[in-house]
């Protein structure tokens, strides 16, 4: 476990208490876990944790606030009068709650204020199995060089959330190459593509997020391409990376529960572990 998830900063003097905040949810764990290693500043308090991501301020999972458990009644208006003030120039809000068996219901003060309340899924895994129809015509192999992490860029901003705009998801995007080249770098891990005649048609990373756990990251196919199997192909190729080269014992997923995907994780071997709770509020520009 990175050292920032079990005390406070590394800068505190011995023998000054520092108040630290023990993330119980696997799923924000090893985010936070992840973008700390990524490059993502990580600071502890008793009842939340604050993220930033300097070097991309318009990354709203890289710029949020997490609290320790699911507001109160009547706390909406505390955690995001918080958020403002860790965050000031954001445009966004995104607000995560440290719960494990999260509903959307327990954050309706959230919604009252205009929020996005959404829930997602914990999905582990310890064996991957091989698709039923693998799509065995694709190459699957490691980003390498510009050229793929071009591709990559431009697979995101395809793939992106229609309450993105292009120009905004291109920006971030680049931002997060960096930190994700980093990784692989530094040997954390390795992001992975399926690709045919050269173009990248599906991609997703995978690294370590502490000793024996591995976590996916942006599990992405272009929609031309989507339902030819390249997906779980993928999956199952890069699983075998995680479970050997990167030792992890335990590899973990995050899913939309609502998204037709979740059924084709569950098909290669993960399960449901866990439910994480949520709020975001994007740019005005942007919805």
């Not at 009644?73 to 120039?89: C, I, M, S």
Request: aromatic letters at 8%.
């Amino acid at each position: 476990m990175p050292p920032s998830l079990e005390r406070g900063p590394a800068t505190a003097c011995p023998g000054v208490y520092v108040p630290t905040m023990e993330i119980r949810s696997l799923g924000l764990r090893t985010d936070v876990a992840l973008l700390e290693l990524g490059g993502s500043i990580v600071e502890h308090h008793d009842d939340h944790v604050v993220v930033r991501t300097p070097d991309n301020p318009t990354y709203w999972w890289g710029n949020f606030l997490l609290v320790g458990s699911v507001a109160e009644p009547g706390a909406t208006f505390h955690w995001l009068e918080r958020f403002a003030e860790v965050h000031p120039d954001a445009k966004h809000i995104a607000i995560a709650f440290d719960t494990t068996t999260g509903r959307t219901e327990q954050l309706a003060g959230f919604a009252d204020a205009g929020l996005k309340v959404e829930t997602a899924t914990v999905m582990t895994t310890e064996a991957v199995h091989e698709p039923a129809h693998p799509q065995r015509a694709a190459e699957y192999r490691a980003l390498v060089g510009d050229a793929d992490w071009k591709q990559w860029i431009e697979l995101r901003v395809e793939c992106r959330d229609e309450r993105q705009s292009e120009a905004g998801t291109r920006e971030f995007s680049v931002g997060q190459s960096h930190a994700y080249r980093r990784l692989v770098s530094d040997g954390q891990g390795q992001w992975f593509g399926a690709f045919e005649d050269g173009r990248l048609l599906s991609s997703m990373g995978l690294f370590r997020a502490s000793d024996g756990l591995a976590r996916f990251q942006s599990v992405e196919t272009r929609p031309d391409a989507r339902r030819h199997g390249l997906a779980g192909t993928l999956v199952h190729h890069v699983s075998g990376f995680g479970l050997t080269e990167l030792g992890a014992h335990t590899l973990v997923m995050v899913a939309d529960p609502t998204y037709a995907a979740i059924r084709l994780y569950r098909s290669l071997g993960f399960t449901d572990s866990e439910s994480v709770l949520q709020a975001e509020r994007a740019p005005a520009d942007v919805r």
